[in-house]
């Protein structure tokens, strides 16, 4: 909420909130927590910060989850402003693996002319949400190898996380002008490598698994039959 707001207006709008949530069908349990710390914040001895509140919540309807999400967004944003609030979804999986980030490099003018365009394409993307720029935040530089960059970043609510970073990329590759360069950026690496790795420790489970029957079996073929 806007600065200076005390958590009891706060508190007030986020109950306000939770009674209109009962509106909307396919909801289950929601936890709403008023003030945060944050880690810097308690690192550095800060107090409770009195404008925030999390609202988790769950749901019954299972089946139209990204329905029931786009709702949830679209009251959130009337009754808090747009200015206000996130919300984002995701399975356990999709929560688990955090959101993703990508990495334009190149020209700054480039940079800065090409920005609304790029986050138009990745907020068109199925499964992206709460997409973001760090154009968009004073007093912070990014480089790359030296390079002027910009930060890509947002949400993942959906369980094929590496099939939508990889559509995010084509389409931004798609529409790259000359000079810039597209790379992942740590998350998104870190969740395309940690796949990879997952996938080369299952497959030499199994193989270590076979071998182990061969040598009982004393026979390439027996462990099939």
């Known amino acids: 909420m806007p600065d200076g707001t005390g958590m009891v207006d706060t508190n007030a709008l986020v109950a306000g909130f939770e009674t209109k949530l009962k509106k909307i069908s396919g909801l289950g349990v929601v936890q709403a927590e008023i003030g945060s710390a944050g880690m810097m914040s308690g690192m550095m001895g800060g107090g409770v910060d009195q404008t925030a509140a999390s609202l988790t919540i769950g749901f019954t309807d299972l089946k139209h989850v990204k329905q029931i999400t ?98 995010a990329k084509q389409a931004l590759l798609e529409a790259l002008p000359e000079g810039l360069t597209l790379s992942e950026g740590f998350e998104s690496q870190q969740q395309t490598e940690g796949f990879t790795q997952a996938a080369r420790a299952i497959l030499v489970s199994i193989l270590a698994v076979y071998l182990v029957m061969v040598i009982a079996f004393r026979s390439f073929i027996h462990p099939f039959t």
């Open 70 to 167: 786009d709702q949830v967004r679209q009251m959130a944003i009337e009754h808090f402003g747009e200015e206000n609030v996130t919300v984002s979804s995701g399975s356990l999986i999709s929560s688990a693996m955090g959101g993703f980030s990508l990495v334009l490099s190149g020209d700054s003018n480039q940079l800065t002319a090409f920005n609304s365009q790029a986050l138009k394409i990745l907020e068109s993307v199925d499964g992206l949400a709460n997409v973001s720029s760090n154009l968009l935040e004073q007093n912070q530089i990014l480089r790359v190898d030296g390079q002027s960059a910009v930060l890509f970043s947002g949400d993942v609510e959906t369980s094929n996380t590496l099939g939508a970073i990889a559509e």
